[in-house]
Protein backbone atom coordinates (compact mmCIF):
# COMPACT_ATOMS: atom_id res chain seq x y z
CA UNK A 1 0.00 0.00 0.00
CA UNK A 2 1.70 3.70 -1.13
CA UNK A 3 1.74 5.60 1.94
CA UNK A 4 2.76 9.24 1.44
CA UNK A 5 2.57 12.10 3.73
CA UNK A 6 0.71 14.31 1.35
CA UNK A 7 -1.95 13.20 -0.66
CA UNK A 8 -3.61 15.77 -3.31
CA UNK A 9 -7.41 16.26 -2.21
CA UNK A 10 -8.19 17.12 -5.68
CA UNK A 11 -6.48 15.20 -8.70
CA UNK A 12 -7.42 15.97 -12.68
CA UNK A 13 -6.98 13.39 -15.22
CA UNK A 14 -6.60 13.63 -19.03
CA UNK A 15 -6.33 10.31 -20.48
CA UNK A 16 -5.18 10.79 -23.89
CA UNK A 17 -3.36 9.11 -26.46
CA UNK A 18 -6.16 6.54 -27.38
CA UNK A 19 -6.12 6.71 -30.78
CA UNK A 20 -2.22 7.29 -31.33
CA UNK A 21 -2.00 3.86 -29.31
CA UNK A 22 -4.23 2.34 -31.85
CA UNK A 23 -2.58 3.30 -34.93
CA UNK A 24 0.50 1.53 -33.15
CA UNK A 25 -0.76 -1.56 -32.56
CA UNK A 26 -2.21 -1.29 -36.11
CA UNK A 27 -6.16 -0.79 -34.99
CA UNK A 28 -8.03 1.65 -36.21
CA UNK A 29 -8.23 5.18 -34.30
CA UNK A 30 -11.50 4.63 -33.09
CA UNK A 31 -10.31 1.28 -32.08
CA UNK A 32 -8.25 2.61 -29.27
CA UNK A 33 -11.47 4.20 -27.01
CA UNK A 34 -12.60 0.44 -26.20
CA UNK A 35 -9.02 -0.59 -24.76
CA UNK A 36 -9.42 2.70 -22.68
CA UNK A 37 -12.13 0.96 -20.54
CA UNK A 38 -10.40 -1.00 -18.46
CA UNK A 39 -7.34 1.38 -17.26
CA UNK A 40 -10.58 3.69 -16.14
CA UNK A 41 -11.43 0.65 -14.27
CA UNK A 42 -8.15 0.49 -12.61
CA UNK A 43 -7.77 4.03 -12.17
CA UNK A 44 -11.06 4.27 -10.13
CA UNK A 45 -10.30 1.30 -8.10
CA UNK A 46 -6.88 2.54 -7.25
CA UNK A 47 -7.76 5.86 -6.35
CA UNK A 48 -10.39 4.59 -4.31
CA UNK A 49 -8.02 2.44 -2.30
CA UNK A 50 -5.75 5.66 -1.61
CA UNK A 51 -8.51 7.36 -0.56
CA UNK A 52 -8.35 10.71 -2.77
CA UNK A 53 -11.33 12.30 -2.47
CA UNK A 54 -11.79 13.82 -5.50
CA UNK A 55 -11.36 13.16 -9.48
CA UNK A 56 -12.04 14.70 -12.33
CA UNK A 57 -11.51 12.98 -15.97
CA UNK A 58 -11.35 15.10 -19.22
CA UNK A 59 -13.53 12.50 -21.38
CA UNK A 60 -14.96 14.57 -24.61
CA UNK A 61 -14.38 18.01 -25.37
CA UNK A 62 -16.52 20.69 -27.67
CA UNK A 63 -13.43 20.58 -30.11
CA UNK A 64 -13.35 16.84 -30.01
CA UNK A 65 -17.04 16.72 -31.85
CA UNK A 66 -14.68 18.03 -35.47
CA UNK A 67 -13.74 14.15 -35.41
CA UNK A 68 -15.09 11.56 -37.68
CA UNK A 69 -18.38 9.99 -36.76
CA UNK A 70 -16.69 6.98 -36.34
CA UNK A 71 -14.37 8.13 -33.78
CA UNK A 72 -17.35 9.83 -32.24
CA UNK A 73 -19.29 7.48 -32.14
CA UNK A 74 -16.30 4.97 -31.02
CA UNK A 75 -16.11 6.65 -28.20
CA UNK A 76 -19.41 6.82 -26.69
CA UNK A 77 -20.03 3.57 -26.65
CA UNK A 78 -16.77 3.20 -24.83
CA UNK A 79 -17.76 5.92 -22.20
CA UNK A 80 -21.17 4.30 -21.95
CA UNK A 81 -19.94 0.97 -21.07
CA UNK A 82 -17.59 2.76 -18.30
CA UNK A 83 -20.36 4.56 -16.60
CA UNK A 84 -22.53 2.17 -16.61
CA UNK A 85 -19.77 0.36 -14.51
CA UNK A 86 -19.05 3.28 -12.08
CA UNK A 87 -22.40 4.44 -11.29
CA UNK A 88 -23.43 0.88 -9.73
CA UNK A 89 -20.05 2.01 -6.96
CA UNK A 90 -19.91 4.31 -3.88
CA UNK A 91 -19.15 7.23 -5.73
CA UNK A 92 -20.72 11.15 -6.38
CA UNK A 93 -21.02 11.42 -10.27
CA UNK A 94 -21.01 15.10 -11.69
CA UNK A 95 -21.05 15.67 -15.27
CA UNK A 96 -19.69 19.38 -16.70
CA UNK A 97 -20.02 20.53 -20.05
CA UNK A 98 -22.66 21.38 -22.23
CA UNK A 99 -25.89 19.43 -21.61
CA UNK A 100 -27.87 21.03 -24.55
CA UNK A 101 -25.92 19.54 -27.11
CA UNK A 102 -26.45 16.27 -29.32
CA UNK A 103 -23.03 15.22 -28.40
CA UNK A 104 -23.80 14.88 -24.45
CA UNK A 105 -24.98 11.41 -23.50
CA UNK A 106 -28.60 11.28 -22.34
CA UNK A 107 -27.73 8.73 -19.79
CA UNK A 108 -24.99 11.86 -17.73
CA UNK A 109 -27.90 14.35 -17.77
CA UNK A 110 -29.20 13.04 -14.56
CA UNK A 111 -25.66 13.87 -13.01
CA UNK A 112 -25.36 17.57 -14.17
CA UNK A 113 -26.25 18.84 -10.68
CA UNK A 114 -24.49 17.50 -7.70
CA UNK A 115 -26.09 15.00 -5.71
CA UNK A 116 -27.61 15.21 -2.02
CA UNK A 117 -24.82 13.31 -0.76
CA UNK A 118 -21.83 14.55 -2.70
CA UNK A 119 -19.62 15.18 0.75
CA UNK A 120 -20.31 12.22 1.81
CA UNK A 121 -18.81 10.23 -0.93
CA UNK A 122 -15.51 10.23 -2.82
CA UNK A 123 -16.03 13.12 -6.00
CA UNK A 124 -15.86 11.60 -10.08
CA UNK A 125 -16.15 14.95 -12.17
CA UNK A 126 -17.02 14.00 -15.83
CA UNK A 127 -16.40 16.48 -18.26
CA UNK A 128 -17.92 15.58 -21.28
CA UNK A 129 -19.05 17.68 -24.49
CA UNK A 130 -17.20 20.70 -22.20
CA UNK A 131 -14.96 23.50 -23.12
CA UNK A 132 -12.80 26.17 -21.22
CA UNK A 133 -15.17 28.99 -23.20
CA UNK A 134 -18.01 27.28 -22.41
CA UNK A 135 -17.21 26.79 -18.93
CA UNK A 136 -16.35 30.44 -18.49
CA UNK A 137 -19.42 31.81 -20.64
CA UNK A 138 -22.16 29.72 -18.30
CA UNK A 139 -20.88 32.62 -16.13
CA UNK A 140 -22.68 35.13 -17.68
CA UNK A 141 -25.92 32.65 -18.66
CA UNK A 142 -26.25 31.51 -15.01
CA UNK A 143 -26.49 35.05 -13.81
CA UNK A 144 -29.00 36.31 -16.50
CA UNK A 145 -26.60 37.85 -18.30
CA UNK A 146 -26.43 40.53 -15.78
CA UNK A 147 -23.44 42.62 -14.73
CA UNK A 148 -21.19 40.30 -11.95
CA UNK A 149 -19.20 41.31 -9.16
CA UNK A 150 -15.65 39.77 -9.45
CA UNK A 151 -16.28 37.79 -6.44
CA UNK A 152 -19.65 36.56 -8.10
CA UNK A 153 -18.09 35.24 -11.28
CA UNK A 154 -16.46 31.69 -9.82
CA UNK A 155 -19.81 31.12 -8.47
CA UNK A 156 -21.77 31.10 -11.80
CA UNK A 157 -19.48 29.37 -13.90
CA UNK A 158 -20.04 26.26 -15.49
CA UNK A 159 -17.76 24.07 -13.35
CA UNK A 160 -18.93 25.99 -10.37
CA UNK A 161 -19.28 22.68 -8.29
CA UNK A 162 -15.25 21.29 -8.90
CA UNK A 163 -12.47 22.32 -5.98
CA UNK A 164 -9.42 23.46 -6.66
CA UNK A 165 -7.02 20.33 -8.85
CA UNK A 166 -4.03 20.38 -6.60
CA UNK A 167 -2.49 17.68 -9.21
CA UNK A 168 -2.96 16.93 -12.57
CA UNK A 169 -1.63 14.06 -14.41
CA UNK A 170 -1.93 13.66 -18.45
CA UNK A 171 -0.96 10.21 -20.46
CA UNK A 172 0.50 10.44 -23.72
CA UNK A 173 3.54 12.92 -23.22
CA UNK A 174 1.62 16.06 -24.37
CA UNK A 175 2.81 18.85 -22.46
CA UNK A 176 -0.38 20.91 -22.47
CA UNK A 177 -3.54 22.01 -20.54
CA UNK A 178 -5.59 21.74 -23.69
CA UNK A 179 -8.39 24.05 -21.89
CA UNK A 180 -8.79 21.32 -18.95
CA UNK A 181 -10.55 23.27 -16.31
CA UNK A 182 -8.68 26.73 -16.20
CA UNK A 183 -10.10 28.13 -13.04
CA UNK A 184 -9.24 24.89 -10.82
CA UNK A 185 -6.48 23.97 -12.41
CA UNK A 186 -4.25 27.76 -12.09
CA UNK A 187 -1.95 26.53 -9.38
CA UNK A 188 -1.83 22.90 -10.29
CA UNK A 189 1.27 20.98 -10.21
CA UNK A 190 1.13 19.12 -13.36
CA UNK A 191 3.17 15.41 -14.29
CA UNK A 192 3.26 14.05 -17.72
CA UNK A 193 3.52 10.53 -18.24
CA UNK A 194 5.12 8.75 -21.18
CA UNK A 195 3.32 6.39 -21.62
CA UNK A 196 -0.65 6.33 -23.64
CA UNK A 197 -3.52 5.84 -21.27
CA UNK A 198 -4.32 2.32 -22.40
CA UNK A 199 -1.39 1.33 -21.12
CA UNK A 200 -2.17 2.73 -17.56
CA UNK A 201 -0.42 1.02 -15.12
CA UNK A 202 -1.20 1.74 -10.97
CA UNK A 203 2.83 2.13 -10.99
CA UNK A 204 2.25 5.33 -12.82
CA UNK A 205 -0.62 7.21 -10.77
CA UNK A 206 2.12 6.18 -7.88
CA UNK A 207 4.69 7.74 -9.42
CA UNK A 208 2.61 10.74 -9.99
CA UNK A 209 1.85 11.00 -6.01
CA UNK A 210 5.46 10.38 -5.47
CA UNK A 211 6.46 12.94 -7.30
CA UNK A 212 3.54 15.37 -6.00
CA UNK A 213 4.59 14.80 -2.36
CA UNK A 214 7.53 17.14 -3.00
CA UNK A 215 6.48 19.62 -4.83
CA UNK A 216 6.52 23.32 -3.26
CA UNK A 217 2.91 24.18 -3.26
CA UNK A 218 2.41 28.23 -2.28
CA UNK A 219 -0.27 28.80 -4.33
CA UNK A 220 1.41 31.80 -5.85
CA UNK A 221 2.34 33.38 -1.82
Same mark, same amino acid.
Given at each position: ?10 ? +?????? #?? &?? %?? %? ?6 ? *? ?6 ? *?? !? ?20 ? #? ?8 ? %? =?? #? ?18 ? *? @? %? ?16 ? #? /???? !? ?23 ? /????? @? ?10 ? &? ?13 ? *? =? ?14 ? !??? @? ?20 ? +?
Amino acid at each position: MLKLKRMPKHI +GIIPDG #NR &RW %AV %AKGLQKED *GYEYGIEP *GK !MLFEEVRKLGIPEVSIYIFTQE #NTFRPRKQIA %A =FQ #NAFLKFLNWIKNKDVSILAV *G @D %ASSPFFPEELKVFTVPQE #N /REQK !MKLNFLINYSWKWDLNMALVNSGNK /RLRKQ @DILKNIGSKDVS &RVDLLIRWGERRRLS *G =FLPVQSAYADIYIVKE !MWP @DFKPCQLHEALKWYEVQDVTLG +G
